[in-house]
């Protein structure tokens, strides 16, 4: 398993609007990310527009792979693309992972073996 964490910025004014195209996503859309193998994905907002995603998967070059290829996720991302500052491309795609610096579980496991 993979943890996966990345960060964009949601354009201020827009902020509103981002926050109620998630309450709720398209039904869909939900469907496409769990079948793309991503679990326990969450979103956070932070002051500003700073977003924080965080997901899990087995296989993140597979997951991108099967939401590259879902008509589904390409209507979904082309309209949120409006929301994000400095991003080209679908955000699914260009979205750059953050790296992980501190696990508590993997660190607490190394103190067992």
């Known amino acids: 398993m993979t943890r996966i964490a990345f960060q964009l910025t949601v354009r201020p004014e827009m902020i509103d609007e981002y926050i109620a195209r998630h309450s709720p996503v398209w039904p869909e859309m939900l469907a496409e990310i769990a079948a793309s193998g991503r679990r326990n994905y969450s979103v956070f907002l932070g002051d500003g527009g700073t977003l924080f995603g965080y997901y899990e998967t087995?296989?993140?070059?597979?997951?991108?792979?099967?939401?590259?290829?879902?008509?589904?996720?390409?209507?979904?991302?082309?309209?949120?693309a409006p929301f994000f500052v400095g991003m080209e491309g679908r955000v699914d795609q260009a979205a750059v992972p953050v790296p992980?610096?501190?696990?508590?579980a993997d660190q607490?496991?190394?103190?067992?073996?």
């Open 108 to 113: 607490l496991a190394a103190l067992e073996d």
């Open 100 to 104: 992980e610096v501190f696990n508590l």
């Open 58 to 80: 087995d296989d993140d070059d597979a997951a991108r792979e099967y939401l590259a290829a879902s008509e589904v996720a390409a209507r979904w991302e082309a309209s949120m």
